[in-house]
């Protein structure tokens, strides 16, 4: 059994196990791409927009869209998001090197390969482990990691890179993927590139996901977006893993993105599966992560939070309060146009001097994201926490370079700090 390669579209299928046995979850509305961000010309244009519904599929509990939007317009040459950007992702991805280099023993020189590299963060990790390094990247980023002296393919993964790098490269020891299960629309030809690169003794494959659980107990709904197709519960990992003849053979919960979890899977029948594993499972089974009244509950707790959100926001607004967001992640999109959180309740959106989103526009809701030292200048009432996720770090950051004002914090109970 092999997985479909899903079309451009709406589908009616498991991306996975193709059972036709789908339940929704919810629907958050129509969204613009997340890292599709608008110029001020574009503002007086036509703006796509697609449907952000989730579903779950009973047979084998994968949490998924019902659309896909066609990857080179997700993943866009000029995408502008870089994975170095701030110093807590920076720690994140270095992790992954230096759970490798705990858990596993391989030689001076072994080769590790990044699938959506982006620029190179994760890489330089191994790198420093004494790995020779290789990025594949799909977007313009590629040529930032190239210029950080990590070497990267400017291509999309599928069979045919997988040949290209094969012929470069005998074998591959470490093949990483960061959140890239989520991403990917052609499953298939991704699966079997992989196979074809590992090598099939010693070699490992580290795949790491926004897990569904922390999703779903946290009502991290604005982490559904465009970008993301899949959203992961361990046991449709190892459904998916099988299929192709990998082996799961550990399992580790980790803090990136909000609460990822982290797979090692080889292609050898002979290794050994750790215990966390097993636990992963029973836990996912025992806290109702297999039954439809998990959702049902996330569904309505979402619908209280918005309106929750929305009525702080304006009660602000009707007193004059200015408010402004900080920090402009993908699944910031999704937050703000699923509330309807538009430029008439943010004045704009303040984010770090080396993004490269700096003076473009929010789809759907047409914020202009700024320069951060635009709120530290102008003293807002109030700074809505967009990467609230990385809230503490972010609010002790602001308080050290001298912003006074109050924060929100959106998700998962809205709420104020001083």
């Not at 270095?94 to 590299?117: C, E, M, Q, R, W």
């Not at 094969?166 to 991704?190: C, M, P, Q, W, Y």
């Not at 049902?296 to 939070?305: E, M």
């Not at 030292?373 to 926490?385: F, H, R, T």
Request: aromatic letters at 10%.
């Amino acid at each position: 059994m092999r997985v479909k390669d899903a079309k451009v579209g709406k589908i009616k299928h498991c991306q996975i196990c193709g059972s036709l046995n789908l339940k929704k979850i919810i629907s958050l509305g129509f969204s613009g791409l997340c890292d599709s961000l608008l110029t001020e010309e574009d503002l007086n244009n036509f703006e796509k927009s697609f449907p952000l519904n989730l579903y779950r599929c009973i047979k084998c509990q994968l949490l998924q869209l019902d659309h896909i939007v066609d990857n080179k317009e997700v993943f866009h040459l000029n995408y502008p998001y870089k994975s170095g950007i701030t110093s807590p992702l920076k720690k994140h991805l270095h992790s992954t090197s230096s759970y490798v280099k705990k858990k596993f023993d391989f030689p001076k020189n072994s080769l590790a390969l990044d699938i959506g590299s982006n620029d190179g963060t994760l890489l330089e990790g191994f790198k420093n482990q004494n790995f020779k390094v290789l990025g594949i990247e799909p977007t313009n980023i590629a040529k930032l990691a190239n210029r950080r002296g990590i070497r990267t393919i400017q291509r999309f993964f599928d069979l045919d890179a997988a040949k290209i790098v094969k012929r470069k490269f005998k074998k591959v020891e470490v093949i990483t993927g960061t959140n890239i299960f989520a991403h990917v629309n052609k499953l298939d030809s991704f699966m079997k590139g992989i196979k074809l690169l590992l090598n099939r003794k010693e070699g490992i494959f580290v795949a790491e996901s926004h897990y569904a659980v922390n999703i779903i107990k946290e009502l991290q709904f604005d982490s559904i977006y465009h970008e993301h197709l899949r959203f992961f519960l361990l046991k449709p990992l190892i459904t998916l893993m099988k299929m192709y003849g990998f082996k799961i053979i550990d399992a580790v919960r980790i803090p990136n993105y909000g609460g990822s979890i982290r797979v090692t899977a080889t292609l050898n029948s002979k290794k050994a599966v750790n215990k966390n594993v097993i636990d992963i499972l029973k836990k996912e089974k025992s806290d109702g992560f297999y039954t439809p009244a998990k959702y049902t509950t996330f569904a309505k707790n979402v619908y209280k939070v918005k309106k929750d959100l929305l009525d702080k926001l304006w009660n602000l607004k009707l007193k004059n309060k200015s408010i402004v967001g900080v920090g402009c992640p993908g699944r910031s999109i999704t937050l703000l146009a699923y509330c309807g959180i538009n430029n008439q309740i943010l004045d704009y959106i303040a984010e770090q001097s080396s993004s490269l989103k700096l003076n473009l526009y929010t789809p759907s809701t047409h914020i202009k994201i700024l320069d951060e030292k635009n709120l530290l200048k102008n003293q807002p009432d109030y700074a809505l926490i967009l990467s609230w996720h990385y809230g503490k770090t972010i609010i002790n950051n602001l308080k050290k370079k001298g912003y006074k004002g109050k924060f929100i914090i959106p998700l998962p109970n809205p709420r104020i700090e001083n």
